[in-house]
Nanobody, 120 residues
Framework: QLQLVESGGGLVQAGGSLRLSCGGS????????MGWFRQPPGKEREFVAR????????SYADSVGGRFIISRENTKKIVYLQMTALKPEDTAVYYC?????????????WGQGTRVTVSS
């Protein structure tokens, strides 16, 4: 497993932007796919975005496509989520996750979450 720590959450007005960061520890960070999930108030945790081990492939939830971009810097062991054109419905606790392998599949590591609040 990896230790994951998210940062960058906060309060932002609708239409604004935020960049979340997730720092990972462990020797296998660069060999793992990574993902972002979120849990809106009173709802289940949901997928947001994911990226393969080398950044060669990404995928997004329909609700964030075209507004959010996931990226990574393996030398720094960081994965980012750039969020633009934020909407009140993006309000949630955002979690970073590490997949077991280079591609998507089983997740074995989660961060503690960072809260994003988008005001209307």
């Amino acid at each position: 497993q990896l230790q994951l720590v998210e940062s960058g959450g906060g309060l932002v007005q609708a239409g604004g932007s935020l960049r979340l960061s997730c720092g990972g520890s462990g020797d296998t960070f660069s060999e793992r796919a990574m993902g972002w999930f979120r849990q809106p108030p009173g709802k289940e945790r949901e997928f947001v975005a994911r990226i393969t081990w080398n950044g060669g492939s990404t995928s997004y939830a329909d609700s964030v496509g075209g507004r959010f971009i996931i990226s990574r810097e393996n030398t720094k062991k960081i994965v980012y989520l750039q969020m633009t054109a934020l909407k009140p419905e993006d309000t949630a606790v955002y979690y970073c996750a590490a997949y077991v392998d280079k591609w998507y599949g089983v997740i074995d590591s989660w961060g503690q979450g960072t809260r994003v609040t988008v005001s209307s």
